[in-house]
């Protein structure tokens, strides 16, 4: 699931390939403490890496259904203030993920903590990024994507149709048109 809420992609090499994706990660590794740092001087839309945002469980499907429900209406938010949020790689050289303070109180408004919130959506994307180009990739990861377990897998395989969907609707949202697929 490719979204763009502020023109960066959630999962870096699903459109463009690796190269893309190292070029990101790098960006992200320049952004991270300048987001760190500049949060109290850049003001209320400051990016602010939440640590070890994937160090929590795996999502349970009825998790699943609840994110696939309120992600419509947290992206139509997004839109409208130009949030940001976006997979980083964090100091210790593992994926984690950035928000804005605003984004924290929709993901709350919407009835969730808001790390787990931004944990659903990294690991969503990049179970649907595995899904449509194939699980072997789990080995050569981009350094900004989370592993997911079998069983986020089996669930997003079991949802496909209904990621599919909210990808479209996300692509839809981001501007231009879906990438072809690579199939």
């Known amino acids: 699931m490719c979204v763009l809420l502020d023109a960066q992609p959630l999962v870096a090499a699903q459109s463009a390939g690796r190269q893309q994706s190292a070029q990101h990660n790098a960006t992200a590794r320049r ?18 890496p939440m640590p070890d945002v994937y160090a929590q469980g795996p999502y349970t499907e009825k998790e699943l259904v609840s994110f696939m429900e309120s992600m419509p209406h947290f992206l139509a938010w997004a839109r409208a203030g130009k949030a940001k949020v ?28 808001p790390r787990r919130f931004f944990c659903l959506l990294g690991r969503t994307a990049a179970a649907l990024y595995l899904v449509e180009e194939g699980t072997d990739l789990m080995h050569a990861l981009p350094p900004d994507m989370p592993t997911v377990t079998d069983a986020e ?24 048109p879906a990438p072809s697929r690579s199939r």
Do not use: C, I
């Open 153 to 176: 897998m089996a669930l997003a395989r079991k949802h496909l149709a209904s990621l599919l969907r909210l990808e479209s609707l996300l692509r839809a949202g981001a501007g231009g």
């Open 86 to 113: 976006h997979p980083v790689v964090n100091a210790a050289g593992k994926p984690d993920f950035a928000y804005t303070q605003e984004a924290a109180a929709k993901a709350q408004e919407l009835g969730w903590d």
């Open 31 to 48: 952004q991270a403490p300048v987001a760190a740092s500049g949060a109290a001087a850049a003001g209320a839309q400051a990016l602010v």
